[in-house]
């Protein structure tokens, strides 16, 4: 069984930035996908970025591609999300979870999540 436990995330100004951190415990860990998601208040949770089980692959929503760099370390069981340039529009919690499989936007194709860390940028 994989866990999920993110950290990170905080209240920052319009323009700043954060790192939002992702570590992993399981047996196997290394062999997952591991995905960033979002979840703004009275909306849907959203796909925002996803990185391959080597780090050889990466995709992104379009709206955060050229400020939100995800990025994995296997040797520490922990995945990154370094946001830059946040906007208002970003404020949400921030979800880490991992999938098996071809590297995947589609939330339900996610097995395993963490619990969630909030991001609120000020305008």
């Known amino acids: 069984q994989v866990q999920l436990v993110e950290s990170g995330g905080g209240l920052v100004q319009a323009g700043g930035s954060l790192r939002l951190s992702c570590v992993a415990s399981g047996p196997t860990v290394s062999v997952y996908n591991m995905g960033w998601f979002r979840q703004a208040p009275g909306k849907e949770r959203e796909f925002v970025a996803a990185i391959s089980y080597n780090g050889g692959s990466t995709n992104y929503r379009d709206a955060v591609k050229g400020r939100f760099t995800i990025s994995r370390d296997n040797a520490k069981n922990t995945a990154y999300l370094q946001m830059n340039s946040l906007k208002s529009e970003d404020t949400a919690v921030y979800y880490c979870?991992?999938?098996?499989?071809?590297?995947?936007?589609?939330?339900?194709?996610?097995?395993?999540w963490g619990q969630g860390t909030q991001v609120t940028v000020s305008s």
């Open positions: 979870a991992a999938s098996r499989g071809l590297l995947t936007a589609h939330l339900y194709d996610y097995n395993h």
